[in-house]
């Protein structure tokens, strides 16, 4: 015979299932495979980690400069408080001529007067001149239609 026992029964349908054929799967498409597949996956790695540097790099210049527009703006709340303070207001409008007013009058919506106004203290009033009438020459720029 063949030198190979002869099975029968439930052994001999599954030995039908079994490659009875001389070769054997080559090894080396699935070594190439494997090392293709680990490479691949490696350089991946590289690229998602080289990604994930340059981020945190950009990440760390976006919060250095919102620190420093921070740091801006406080400086110019700080300005803003310091020059709408009552005193710094009071100092500046004495530097430029103004002095505190006098007692206010109010008028009512049918036109009455509430109140007796008064000058603010320490100012002159000017003296009250006649208004300026120019005469209808003056006001143009030409002769009058009248032809004058």
Do not use: W
Not at 31 to 37: D, I, N
Request: glycine fraction near 12%; aromatic fraction near 4%.
């Amino acid at each position: 015979m063949s030198g190979k026992p002869e099975l029968k029964g439930r052994a001999a349908r599954l030995a039908r299932l079994l490659p009875t054929g001389p070769g054997q799967a080559a090894r080396t498409p699935f070594v190439l495979l494997v090392f293709l597949l680990l490479g691949g996956g490696l350089i991946c790695l590289l690229v998602l980690n080289s990604a994930l540097s340059e981020g945190a790099f950009k990440l760390d210049d976006l919060q250095r400069g919102t620190k420093n527009l921070t740091d801006e703006e406080q400086a110019l709340q700080r300005d803003i408080d310091a020059y709408s303070a009552p005193e710094s207001l009071q100092r500046r409008a004495r530097e430029l001529g103004m002095v505190p007013g006098g007692d206010p009058a109010f008028l009512d919506p049918g036109g009455t007067v509430k109140g007796v106004p008064s000058p603010a203290p320490g100012v002159r009033q000017p003296a009250a001149h006649p208004p300026l009438v120019l005469a209808p020459e003056a006001m143009t720029d030409g002769p009058t239609p009248t032809g004058r």
